[in-house]
């Protein structure tokens, strides 16, 4: 059973550096089935898809375009595992985020959520 | 991007209560929309995907329908363990989206 652990931070400055770790557990990050997704939910934007990483013959990235100047999403191989960071945040990235195995489309598993609250 | 609407926001049933929730999207998905189910304090999981097709572990009373533009979630006798919030999610059309909800509460 595929099961995906996250943490980090769950406080930060604006203008400072949002930053998740997500493990997974029956999986490899290097599938080639499968992306690694990152989405997070808020009242005002309700759940926002917001980038993945995934394998074919070569890593490769695709970020929403409202946060595709500030997003990292990397790979770990030697942990099996990988990571969120978003930069210069404001208030308005407060949210609940989630890190999300996508099959086909389908959002089959998806971690507990962390709690990112940016503020002063 | 494709524009997913559900409705009603909110539905308060009794528990043995017929239950349908609605989903539009603003273009065509084929049949490309998958629901998942979200409790307070869980995971989200995915209900039924491809339309129609229920994921692993859900039980027969949920049942998935449509095509094209219009989509529907029914739970034919409502249990305890269904009152949560339910959304849509279309893949056709690149990037995916999700409806805002519907939550199904307690009457």
């Known amino acids: 059973q595929v099961q995906l652990q996250q943490s980090g931070v769950g406080l930060v400055k604006p203008s400072q550096t949002l930053s998740l770790t997500c493990a997974i557990s029956g999986d490899s990050v290097s599938s080639i089935t499968v992306t690694w997704n990152w989405i997070r939910q808020s009242p005002s934007r309700g759940l926002e898809w917001l980038g993945r990483t995934y394998y074919r013959s070569k890593w490769s990235n695709d970020f929403a375009l409202s946060v595709e100047s500030r997003i990292t999403i990397n790979p770990d191989t030697s942990k099996n595992q990988f990571f969120l960071q978003l930069n210069s945040v404001t208030p308005e990235d407060t949210a609940v985020y989630y890190c999300?195995?996508?099959?086909?489309?389908?959002?089959?598993?998806w971690g507990r959520g962390t709690l990112v609250t940016v503020s002063s | 991007e494709t524009v997913m609407t559900q409705s009603p926001a909110t539905l308060s049933v009794s528990p043995g209560e017929r239950v349908t929730l609605s989903c539009r999207a603003s273009?065509?998905?084929?049949?490309?929309l998958a629901w998942y189910q979200h409790k307070p304090g869980q995971a989200p999981r995915p209900v039924v995907y491809g339309t129609s097709t229920r994921a692993t572990g859900i039980p027969a009373r949920f049942s998935g329908s449509g095509s094209g533009t219009e989509f529907t979630l029914t739970i034919s006798s409502l249990q305890s363990e269904d009152f949560a919030v339910y959304y849509c999610?279309?893949?056709?059309?690149?990037?995916?989206?999700f409806g805002q909800g519907t939550k199904v509460e307690i009457k």
């Open positions: 999610q279309q893949y056709t059309n690149w990037p995916w989206t």
């Open positions: 273009q065509s998905i084929s049949s490309n």
């Open positions: 999300v195995r996508v099959i086909g489309g389908v959002f089959d598993t």
